[in-house]
């Protein structure tokens, strides 16, 4: 069971996270979309999905911090244990906070107003309802780990972070995961079981953040003669340079 | 020097009688469906009025369009990149559906469940996006014809300045319709507001187009565009514009809403226009003076010089031969009569208007003047400070001076076609006094008031060596590319064109004088009843004397369901199905 859980089922979820990616981004570019529903509501929405989706930017860098930095490489940065979880549980409090504030607005927006409620899909339901235990299970973890006073409670860094890792080494040691706690145990689960169904639900608008805006020329030209997403094709070869671009500065 | 070709349009706004008829036939064509009930890509307002969605032009509060940085430099209103990508989360600046309003029907079905009852069941209006029961409360011509203006008529932002000059008395009113569809800008501040960059320009003609596959549902082009011709498809998550029927205009015929304007006011034509010179003249020190730098870009066809260069950049003979016939042009250019929509947004709009001379002189026919009268007229444009300056806040960021040129043109070929009209004498002074001569007036004339179908569209069809490649027809094959067919996603399957064959010989309908000169058309004069009718040709109409098909010993060229030497005279045509009826 626990091969199963902390090595079979990962990669499984990984493999499909990666592949479902893939199929829908070749295959699914109409259906890739954030689905936005600004256009029925957007007095709850204005505050809601900032403070939702800032704290779970937070939230992903903790993790980063967390899970991927081994804590032999603080320790050499001379960063004592203490220091590190009052930075990581401060860290966690404020953007654990942000998400579930933001979520809960949310959630109660799409559920009270009556257009957002009939566009939701089950799909999304499913997703959110998935999503918002992922959350409830890291609050958990968060709280459990801020509550203790006595610091002889469960270190993550020394289980769930090393497994974490052995996975993405592909040397994966389900031992690590067997003794972390339950709701530690829960937790990841879930978030791989997330991963897993991330390709097909409309999470994948993570995927699109516009990164590309930042360098690109503010009008787009394209030819009539340009296939589907603007490859190249039989033009009349008009340049295709605009008069602002962020690289070149005229005028 | 870089020469590109734009396809424009010039709206006639003294012919607009407001019937609706381009938003209604453009719905039908483009938005009827789930996801953009509320969507109108040709929309028509009555002004004064709110227009759709409610309060558009004020950009103090959408920040649509462009404006100029202390610096001098063009900027987005609404902010630049990093500004935008803070506010992906949540677009502040995004009108919601109550600003356009909230698409319902009726529940038509009460009508016909209804028991027998004393009194009369009504279908109540129900919304199209929650299902439930509602008020209706607005719509997107709620204030059609200054309906409902004494309660909303001040809140028009284009009142601004002027707004306690203008009364919404029944006798003292003025309103005209104002046709709107999208900008397709030289500058479009849409595309520029794309994270993804999803909204392109075409190279070929300049339309403004939404690549769906590469939309992601961010609507920052919203609340870019500072004339709301964006929207957002609330089904699929993606924003959807006015395409300018590309179809069509590829094969050469209008657009839709161009091809049924009931009052024939729409032009359509190309532009040729220095692409170097957009960013120096959208960033024109003045918002006055933008009417003047955006006619600096354009480029006359006319001039060998320029027509020479064009073809050496590679635009084909025939585009360069179309842009010297383009009435737009004409009536941009030589007359002078069509003014941009909101130049200060600095967008560089390519659909402009020929302002109304209408409201001025009802208001002196109202007032017991001769209203077609040269002196009453002129006088009336003068002393009727009101609806200039209107006009004005709307055409030329509010520099009354050429709006006067162009009504006082106007009102000269009123007046001197009334003249020729009625038989009098010619008076070459009513033309002079607004810079032409009575041969131009008439010139003028021609072009607006009876330009035939082909003189008010001039629009070359795309070309042969090209066709393979047109969006529209998307033959490419799907595994070539690597592209977004097939697969079982949402955009399975190839998309289904529209027959190139049809729409040729809808154009040669229009513009035909006799049916057999319409490919394709059905000859009813030589049938005899019997089999397929033929094909016409024009032999046919000279067959019209002796009676149909009698004495024709022409071959019926279509197929014929009754083979030779078959029985049944009687009824030709028509195949028993059940032969074996008799042995039962």
């Known amino acids: ?251 | 020097m870089r020469i590109m070709a734009q396809m424009s349009m010039v709206m006639n706004l003294d012919k607009c009688i407001g019937c609706h008829t381009c938003s209604v036939t453009c719905k039908q064509a483009w938005t009827n469906r789930t996801g953009t009930e509320y969507v109108w890509f040709n929309n028509v307002e009555t002004r004064p009025g709110l227009g759709y969605p409610r309060r558009y032009e004020d950009q103090e509060k959408w920040k649509g369009g462009w404006t100029l940085k202390r610096n001098g430099r063009l900027a987005l209103k609404g902010g630049g990149r990093l500004h935008r990508l803070s506010m992906i989360f949540a677009n502040p600046k995004m009108p919601g559906v109550d600003d356009y309003y909230e698409p319902w029907t009726y529940d038509y079905e009460t009508l016909l469940n209804a028991p027998a009852q004393k009194n009369f069941p009504v279908a109540r209006p129900h919304s199209m996006l929650s299902g439930k029961p509602m008020q209706v409360k607005w719509g997107a011509n709620w204030d059609d014809d200054l309906g409902g203006t004494y309660a909303t008529g001040a809140d028009d932002p284009m009142l601004k300045g002027i707004a306690d000059k203008v009364k919404f008395e029944f006798e003292q009113t003025f309103m005209f319709y104002l046709p709107r569809i999208c900008e397709h800008c030289l500058n479009p501040s849409c595309a520029a507001s794309c994270p993804s960059g999803a909204i392109y320009k075409r190279t070929e003609d300049g339309i403004v187009l939404v690549d769906q596959n590469k939309c992601r549902g961010w609507r920052m082009c919203i609340s870019g565009c500072p004339y709301k011709k964006i929207y957002f498809n609330h089904s699929t998550g993606k924003a959807e514009k006015c395409t300018f029927c590309y179809p069509r205009i590829e094969v050469g015929i209008p657009t839709v809403c161009s091809e049924t304007c009931v009052g024939r006011l729409r032009y359509i034509g190309l532009m040729l226009y220095d692409a170097d010179g957009v960013l120096a003249a959208a960033s024109a020190k003045n918002d006055q003076d933008l009417y003047e730098a955006q006619r600096g870009v354009f480029l006359d066809p006319r001039d060998p010089a320029i027509a020479a260069e064009a073809e050496r950049q590679g635009i084909p003979v025939d585009w360069i031969e179309a842009a010297k016939k383009s009435p737009v042009l004409r009536l941009i250019v030589d007359y002078k009569v069509a003014l941009p929509l909101h130049p200060e947004y600095r967008t560089m709009p390519m659909v402009w208007y020929i302002p109304p001379l209408s409201p001025i002189s009802d208001a002196l026919r109202n007032s017991g003047h001769d209203g077609e009268d040269a002196n009453n007229l002129f006088g009336a444009i003068d002393a009727l400070r009101i609806p200039i300056e209107y006009l004005a806040n709307l055409f030329t960021a509010g520099d009354v001076a050429p709006v006067r040129r162009v009504l006082d043109k106007l009102a000269a070929m009123r007046s001197f076609m009334r003249d020729v009209n009625l038989g009098r004498p010619e008076q070459e002074s009513i033309a002079a006094a607004v810079g032409m001569t009575g041969a131009e007036v008439k010139e003028m004339f021609r072009l607006l008031a009876i330009a035939k179908y082909d003189e008010r569209y001039v629009i070359p069809t795309a070309h042969r060596e090209q066709a393979h490649a047109l969006e529209e027809l998307a033959t490419d094959c799907p595994v070539g590319g690597g592209g977004s067919g097939g697969a079982f996603g949402s955009g399975s399957g190839g998309p289904v064109p529209v027959a190139i064959q049809t729409l040729r010989e809808t154009k040669a309908r229009m513009q035909a004088d006799e049916m057999s000169q319409v490919p394709g058309s059905v000859s009813y004069l030589t049938w005899d009843g019997k089999g397929m009718p033929g094909k016409a040709t024009p032999d046919d109409v000279a067959d019209r004397s002796g009676i149909p098909g009698a004495e024709s010993e022409r071959p019926v060229t279509g197929p014929s369901l009754v083979h030779a030497g078959e029985e049944e005279p009687g009824v030709p045509g028509v195949v028993d199905p059940r032969p074996d009826q008799g042995e039962r």
């Open chain 1, 1 to 251: 069971m626990s091969t199963f859980l902390w090595v079979v089922f990962p990669y499984l979820a990984l493999a499909t996270f990666v592949g479902g990616l893939i199929w829908r981004y070749r295959y699914d570019q109409f259906g890739w979309t954030s689905r936005s529903s600004q256009l029925y509501e957007s007095k709850l929405l204005r505050i809601g999905s900032p403070l939702f989706h800032v704290g779970l930017l937070i939230a992903l860098m903790g993790h980063l911090m967390g899970l991927v930095i081994p804590k032999t490489w603080t320790d050499g940065l001379g960063i004592e244990q203490h220091l590190y979880h009052l930075f990581a549980v401060v860290g966690g409090l404020v953007s654990g906070a942000m998400i579930v504030v933001g979520f809960a607005i949310l959630v109660f927006r799409r559920r009270t107003t009556s257009t957002v409620f009939q566009a939701t899909t089950w799909n999304d339901k499913l997703m959110y309802l998935l999503l918002g235990l992922v959350i409830a299970f890291g609050m958990w973890n968060t709280l459990s780990t801020a509550l203790d006073v006595s610091h002889d409670a469960y270190n993550y860094r020394l289980g769930v972070s090393r497994w974490f890792r052995s996975v993405f080494m592909l040397r994966p040691d389900a031992s690590l995961m067997v003794d972390a706690p339950l709701q530690f145990q829960v937790h990841a689960v879930l978030a791989f079981l997330l991963i897993l169904v991330w390709p097909f639900t409309r999470l994948v608008h993570v995927f699109s953040a516009p990164i590309g805006y930042l360098t690109r020329p503010y009008i787009v030209y394209r030819s009539a003669g340009d296939g589907p997403g603007g490859r190249p094709g039989s033009g009349l070869g008009v340049p295709q340079k605009t008069w602002d671009s962020p690289t070149s500065k005229r005028g």
